[in-house]
Structures are given as structure tokens and as C-alpha cells.
T-cell receptor
Framework: SAVISQKPSRDICQRGTSLTIQCQVDSQVTMMFWYRQQPGQSLTLIATANQGSEATYESGFVIDKFPISRPNLTFSTLTVSNMSPEDSSIYLCSASTDTQYFGPGTRLTVL | EDQVTQSPEALRLQEGESSSLNCSYT??????LFWYRQDPGKGPEFLFT???AGEEKEKERLKATLTKKESFLHITAPKPEDSATYLCAVRATGGYQKVTFGTGTKLQVIP
């Protein structure tokens, strides 16, 4: 199994600013993912964080808006850039061994 | 494209009233089907992985089963603490570990 922590757990931000979310896994994992979960909705994959190379983004998500870093096999960051109220959501980090495990999420509110 | 459909969207049970949640899936080749539990404001908590038709797994009051087209999560004599949203997800065969989620079933167990 994998234990995943995220920081911050929640934040309230102003429109136009950026927020970086950190994700730490307690063991080395090959695959890390970032998801978004809007209120009352299921999980939507934003991107796969690749160690040593650029992230792979899903349709509808772009690097300029959601830059991702993956400096090693246990850590990743997601930045939400130039935020608008539509970015208010829960952002979840996930790590995959044979099973996909999730962090506790970061609840973001943009005013 | 992989698809996961869960039903019902919401389910309200009396304590002790057993029932089942359904997850229908379409995938080119199934590498794994996952069940998660998600409490409000928290990340999904892993419950089960099923790999092939006919497989069953149990944990306390929960039992997951798998056929070639769907999976069921059976809840026996539920308690109020079983109230949560239950998510189903599938991973297809191939080198990419992307997981596709359903929209979930929100379960409420009334004392």
C-alpha cells in the first residue's frame, strides 16, 4: 500500500493568483496522478506526473494552467495558475502501485 | 473509450437492510476493477480490486463480485457508519495505468 499526504489541506485564494499543492508518498512509486473533483461529481483526471519528463495531460487540461513537477519517485506538485472561481474544487493526488491510492485532497476555494 | 456507469445514484437504507450497488463497465480489456469508499471532504479509500470474472472479495459487511460486464458491491446488514459514496473504477490492459471512475452511489444508512 501507499500512504499519501497533501499540503495544504484547504485554501481560499483570490482570483488571478496561483496555488501550488504538494503531494508526498511514503514509498517510491512509478506512477503519480492528479485529479479534480468538483462538488457532487466524480473524479476527473488532470494529468499523469512523470518522473524525469513532462506530465501527460488529459483532454481539456493544459500545462500553462496546471503545471506539474515530479522531481523524484515520492513527490509531486500541482500548480493551479491564474485562478478563477471555476477552479474551486477538491484536488486529489494519487499514486499507483498495482492499486491506486489517494491522498486526503486539497479543498480550494477561489473568490 | 472506457466507460463506467454506477447505479443507483443514491440509496437510502434502514440499518440492517441489505442491498447491492451496481457498476457496469465497458473496457477493451480489463486489467482491474476497483471499489472505493469516499466520505465527504476526504479522498477515496481503497476497498477492493477484482481482476477476473467470478472473483469475489469480502471485507466486514461488504462483498464485491465481478462478471464480464458488471460488478456488484453487496452490503449486508449495513450500519450508519457505512454511509458514504461508493466509487467504482476500471483500469484497461495496456501499458498505461489510467483509471476511469464512475460517478458513484451515495449510500445513506438510517438508524
Amino acid at each position: 500500500s501507499a500512504v499519501i499526504s497533501q499540503k495544504p489541506s484547504r485554501d481560499i485564494c483570490q482570483r488571478g493568483t496561483s496555488l501550488t499543492i504538494q503531494c508526498q508518498v511514503d514509498s517510491q512509486v512509478t506512477m503519480m496522478f492528479w485529479y479534480r473533483q468538483q462538488p457532487g461529481q466524480s473524479l476527473t483526471l488532470i494529468a499523469t506526473a512523470n518522473q524525469g519528463s513532462e506530465a501527460t495531460y488529459e483532454s481539456g487540461f493544459v500545462i500553462d494552467k496546471f503545471p506539474i513537477s515530479r522531481p523524484n519517485l515520492t513527490f509531486s506538485t500541482l500548480t493551479v495558475s491564474n485562478m478563477s472561481p471555476e477552479d474551486s474544487s477538491i484536488y486529489l493526488c494519487s499514486a499507483s502501485t498495482d492499486t491506486q491510492y489517494f491522498g486526503p485532497g486539497t479543498r480550494l476555494t477561489v473568490l | 473509450e472506457d466507460q463506467v456507469t454506477q447505479s443507483p445514484e443514491a440509496l437510502r437504507l434502514q440499518e440492517g437492510e441489505s442491498s447491492s450497488l451496481n457498476c457496469s463497465y465497458t473496457v477493451s480489456g480489463l486489467r482491474g476493477l476497483f471499489w472505493y469508499r469516499q466520505d465527504p471532504g476526504k479522498g477515496p479509500e481503497f476497498l477492493f480490486t477484482l481482476y477476473s470474472a467470478g472473483e469475489e472479495k469480502e471485507k466486514e459487511r461488504l462483498k464485491a463480485t465481478l462478471t464480464k460486464k458488471e460488478s456488484f458491491l453487496h452490503i449486508t446488514a449495513p450500519k450508519p457508519e457505512d454511509s458514504a459514496t461508493y466509487l467504482c473504477a476500471v483500469r484497461a490492459t495496456g501499458g498505461y495505468q489510467k483509471v476511469t471512475f464512475g460517478t458513484g452511489t451515495k449510500l445513506q444508512v438510517i438508524p
